[in-house]
């Protein structure tokens, strides 16, 4: 996990590939940015993931 950047690719369930965008966002530390809603998103899945 990188705390400066994280790319993203949020899920749409009508579109692929290229109509389906792929974010790169910079933490700006900004709250009302994207990367903290994204950070957080994160953050909440890997706490409740399970091993494979």
Do not use: H
């Not at 965008?21 to 909440?44: C, G, S, Y």
């Amino acid at each position: 996990m990188d705390r400066a950047l994280c790319v993203v690719q949020p899920y749409l369930p009508q579109s692929r590939g290229v109509d389906s965008p792929t974010f790169v966002i910079k933490d700006n530390t900004a709250a009302e940015e994207l990367f903290p809603v994204f950070d957080q998103v994160f953050r909440d899945m890997w706490e409740r993931s399970k091993p494979v």
